[in-house]
């Protein structure tokens, strides 16, 4: 009886490990998109995911009691363990593109700000040059 329950939550965790893969690969083609809505969608479908995923860890540990797994559910613990490192890898790739996206457009914002800075330039009365606009890029109260 206590094998059919581990090998029942191995696969419904193999289910989920599963679907944790088909949602990295969404989020990496949203990002290749700039799909910024569906991102944020499937960011939070993966913390629901994780959470669904170490609560049956938990429940497996509790009622494994630290045996080693045999047979078929040693084939399904290694089957997750090799997709779940498949995943850690997809999601650090998709995390890299997230930053650069994000350093991107910091780049781009500074660039417009620094831009607006120039234009607004005059010269105060020793010949030297002022502008109105703070370091930030905004007009001071």
Same mark, same amino acid.
């Given at each position: 009886?206590?094998?059919?329950?581990?090998? %029942?939550?191995?696969?419904?965790?193999?289910?989920?490990?599963?679907?944790?893969?088909?949602?990295?690969?969404?989020?990496?083609?949203?990002?290749?998109?700039?799909?910024?809505?569906?991102?944020?969608?499937? %960011?939070?479908?993966?913390?629901?995911?994780?959470?669904?995923?170490?609560?049956?860890?938990?429940?497996?540990?509790? @009622?494994?009691?630290?045996?080693?797994?045999?047979?078929?559910?040693?084939?399904?613990?290694?089957?997750?363990?090799?997709?779940?490192?498949?995943?850690?890898?997809?999601?650090?790739?998709?995390?890299?593109?997230?930053?650069?996206?994000?350093?991107?457009?910091?780049?781009? *914002?500074?660039?417009?700000? *620094?831009?607006?800075? %120039?234009?607004?330039? @005059?010269?105060?009365?020793?010949?030297?040059?002022?502008?109105?606009?703070?370091?930030?890029?905004? @007009?001071?109260?």
């Amino acid at each position: 009886m206590n094998n059919d329950k581990i090998l %029942s939550l191995l696969t419904l965790q193999l289910n989920h490990v599963k679907q944790l893969e088909t949602l990295l690969s969404d989020e990496k083609q949203s990002l290749i998109n700039r799909d910024y809505k569906t991102i944020m969608s499937l %960011s939070q479908q993966k913390q629901q995911l994780m959470l669904r995923l170490s609560e049956i860890d938990k429940e497996i540990s509790l @009622t494994n009691n630290n045996n080693p797994f045999i047979g078929e559910a040693l084939i399904k613990k290694e089957q997750i363990l090799l997709l779940l490192s498949q995943c850690h890898q997809n999601n650090l790739i998709n995390g890299k593109s997230i930053e650069l996206s994000m350093n991107s457009i910091e780049r781009l *914002q500074r660039s417009l700000i *620094q831009k607006r800075a %120039s234009k607004s330039m @005059t010269y105060n009365a020793k010949g030297g040059t002022k502008s109105n606009f703070s370091s930030s890029g905004y @007009t001071s109260a």
